[in-house]
């Protein structure tokens, strides 16, 4: 059995009269992808902060490889090997794609994580022939890149992403998946919220579909996909399959 590494328990989070977050509960067991869906507004962003101590819930709790959280500075939930790329590509402009890798190491020795910098804009092509550059010159796919990178130098253990494919052409927000896939296939364990539902899907173990506050639906990615209400609200599509069985006659009841 895998080891559950983060574990959130009857969360709830409040903005003054709003209750943005109604009593959730998710898991992430290590090496999982753990995908999290839902409508604008549904609270996902919420989670994610709260998950890494940007805000602190009114009720509820967490633990990560069974350390308390709901507790700890933002910082040191870093240093704990939890990661947060909030959505947005907050980038560095003026800064060359170097510094800004190093900025996300402020956990790590400087020395060896210039040479780990380096190695990353080599290693990653996208950002390699953009290594001359600063980081406002980049494109937004270009961008996306560069902040999940930054947030690797900080060597977490498990990284959670804010819809790393918003505002991206459907060839870059491929390229953005196809590189937390590649994360997941190297051991990462991670959570995305992805306005890109499908997309997430295809790269997710398991999902939760939230919607005001609350988990509707929590399953493997293929059970979301088969479920004919929540594929309709989640996906904006009813699979195939979903369709199929939404007609077949109901089986007869068992004594
Ligand atoms: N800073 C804030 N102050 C007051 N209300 C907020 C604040 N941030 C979010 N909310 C409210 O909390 C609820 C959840 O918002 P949240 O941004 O977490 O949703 P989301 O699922 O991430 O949506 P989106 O995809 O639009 O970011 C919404 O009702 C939102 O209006």
């Not at 290590?30 to 998950?51: F, H, I, P, Q, Y």
């Not at 959505?87 to 190491?105: D, I, M, S, Y």
């Not at 997941?184 to 899907?201: D, I, K």
């Amino acid at each position: 059995m895998p080891e559950t590494l983060l574990r959130a328990d009857d969360l709830t989070v409040r903005y003054g009269p709003v209750t943005a977050l109604n009593g959730i509960s998710l898991h992430v067991d290590e090496g999982e992808v753990v995908a999290l869906v839902g409508a604008n507004g549904a609270g996902k962003s919420t989670l994610l902060k709260t998950l890494s101590g940007l805000i602190r819930p009114a009720g509820g709790s967490i633990t990560f490889q069974g350390k308390d959280l709901a507790r700890t500075a933002a910082h040191d939930i870093v240093k704990s090997g939890l990661v947060h790329v909030p959505e947005g590509r907050h980038v560095f402009p003026r800064f060359t794609l170097k510094e800004n890798l190093l900025a996300g190491a402020f956990t790590n020795d400087f020395k060896s994580a210039g040479k780990r910098a380096e190695e990353i804009i080599a290693g990653t092509p996208i950002l390699a022939r953009r290594a001359g550059s600063t980081a406002g010159q980049l494109s937004g796919g270009e961008q996306q890149m560069l902040v999940i990178q930054r947030a690797l130098m900080a060597d977490p253990r498990m990284i959670m992403l804010d819809e790393p494919s918003m505002g991206l052409s459907p060839v870059l927000a491929d390229e953005v998946l196809e590189l937390v896939a590649q994360l997941s296939e190297r051991g990462m364990t991670v959570l995305l919220v992805e306005q890109n539902a499908l997309g997430a899907l295809d790269i997710a173990d398991r999902v939760y579909a939230l919607a005001t506050g609350e988990v509707l639906f929590e399953g493997r990615s293929d059970d979301l996909r088969a479920n004919p209400q929540f594929a309709d609200q989640f996906l904006g599509v009813v699979s195939a399959d979903a369709e199929r069985r939404a007609h077949e006659e109901p089986e007869a009841a068992t004594p």
